[in-house]
């Protein structure tokens, strides 16, 4: 009787075994090539490139009863401000070349550097300020950029109401 448990016990173990050999050849057989990854990434590379290119980079931005354009960068928080418009700011001045409001929502950043502020040139500093420039000077400051409007008239030392639209 043990013998037969023995040879019982064998032909489990192989029968085991072998199953385990054939699923493992099973999955090599259908995993992916070097190659299948790499189209597969390339085709996801597209699709991103694609996505992006679909995306509005242009807004307008009404001061005054005039309409401007602003082009927006190709960033996550200029996509972010995107999603919020329609918006009207009530804005206010600052040092004589800049309009500011602080944000009710925080929007994701990429602060850093710039060195040079150009007229036009929407930021954010920190994390839900919102700054459009109206005149050009060199700073210490870092911020996101958002984007630039065309053509910006120096807005003066006042309160304005800005509105931004897609």
Not at 9 to 20: G, K, M, Q, S
Not at 37 to 63: A, D, G, H, T, W
Not at 90 to 115: A, F, Q, V
Not at 120 to 129: A, K
Request: aromatic share 12%.
């Amino acid at each position: 009787m043990k013998k037969v448990a023995k040879i019982v016990l064998i032909i489990f173990i192989v029968l085991v075994f072998a199953i385990l050999v054939d699923t493992v050849f099973r999955w090599e057989k259908y995993a992916p090539t070097e190659e299948e990854k790499e189209s597969v990434n390339l085709q996801k590379e597209e699709n991103n490139i694609e996505s992006e290119s679909k995306m509005n980079f242009n807004i307008n931005v009404v001061i005054d009863e005039k309409t401007y354009n602003a082009t927006l960068e190709k960033n996550e928080t200029a996509q972010s401000f995107i999603n919020m418009l329609p918006q009207e700011y009530n804005m206010s001045e600052l040092n004589g070349n800049e309009k500011y409001i602080y944000l009710d929502k925080t929007l994701p950043t990429n602060s850093y550097n710039p060195k040079h502020i150009e007229k036009g040139d929407i930021m954010l500093y920190g994390n839900n300020c919102l700054v459009v420039f109206y005149k050009s000077f060199d700073t210490s400051y870092s911020y996101t950029k958002i984007g630039h409007i065309d053509n910006l008239p120096d807005l003066g030392n006042k309160n304005i109401t800005i509105k931004f639209e897609k």
